[in-house]
């Protein structure tokens, strides 16, 4: 004889009671519909004529009803893909527009300061980077710039003068704690100037300043590791899609730093860029 196994037996009783069930409430729905298509029947072959045209016309305005909201529906969901397409490419078109500015916008290095000696009668030959200063001559600072890039800077000049500062009585490494001074004409609200300047890529211009003359109380100060000497300026410019830049550049020197020398101010050398409303 075989062996019922009761769990078995459980299972499959409780998989034939949900299929069951589940036929049940199909069949309760086919009853309910069919007795509400019965009832509608019944009560439309009551009514009048007047009053079936009444209903007949209600319901097809109400279908017609149904019909346009869906189609409003589907035109706004449309139109909502379209701007957000529109937009998407909006946007990626602006990017690769301004991706492709910068590869193509040109780039200033300013380095190598420098005094160079001016000519006078008798003339005299510097013995030292720093002589026409001490000699106290007529003398010109000249930085060099250098152009990276694809396109040329456009309405190109530079601005850039001395500034002796006094140095406080514990100066730290790269006179961290002496401020860094600003060139008016460089600051972001000074107005440009018109000039037809062009520097154009790969080339390297050296570019002095106007003749300086150092007053000998700046100098004794100097000499002295009261003051420091430092030189600041900028250089304006435009790229070819008419975008305004400025480089800042800011160098010091004074008379105790080992090596001797000019070296790059630890802030003042930044980058503006303007806007095009600008």
């Not at 007795?35 to 016309?57: A, P, V, Y």
């Not at 002589?131 to 000249?142: C, E, G, K, R």
């Amino acid at each position: 004889m075989h062996e019922h196994d009761p769990e078995t037996e459980n299972a499959e009783r409780q998989q034939k009671d949900a299929y069951d069930e589940f036929e049940e409430r199909v069949r309760r729905v086919r009853v309910f519909l069919f007795r509400c298509l019965c009832s509608g029947w019944f009560h439309w072959k009551e009514l009048k004529f007047n009053k079936r045209i009444g209903h007949t016309l209600t319901l097809a305005t109400l279908i017609a009803l149904i019909l346009y909201t869906c189609y409003t529906v589907k035109i706004y969901k449309a139109s909502n893909l379209s701007a957000s397409a529109a937009q998407i490419a909006a946007e990626t078109a602006a990017k690769q527009e301004a991706s492709w500015e910068v590869s193509q916008r040109p780039w200033i290095e300013i380095s190598n300061p420098s005094i160079i000696q001016q000519q006078t009668t008798p003339p005299t030959v510097p013995i030292s980077p720093i002589q026409p200063l001490l000699q106290n001559d007529p003398y010109n600072f000249q930085v060099v710039i250098r152009v990276y890039g694809n396109t040329p800077a456009l309405h190109s000049y530079a601005k850039m003068n001395p500034r002796f500062v006094p140095l406080p009585h514990q100066v730290n490494n790269f006179l961290e704690n002496v401020p860094t001074p600003i060139l008016d004409s460089c600051s972001r609200t000074a107005p440009w100037e018109k000039s037809d300047g062009v520097l154009f890529p790969t080339g390297t211009y050296p570019w002095p300043s106007n003749s300086q003359i150092a007053m000998e109380e700046d100098i004794r100060k100097w000499i002295y590791f009261q003051e420091a000497l430092y030189w600041i300026g900028c250089v304006r410019y435009e790229d070819a899609f008419s975008r305004r830049y400025q480089t800042n550049f800011c160098f010091y020197l004074v008379v105790n730093d080992t090596p001797p020398g000019w070296k790059r101010c630890l802030t003042g050398n930044e980058l503006i860029e303007y806007s095009k409303e600008h």
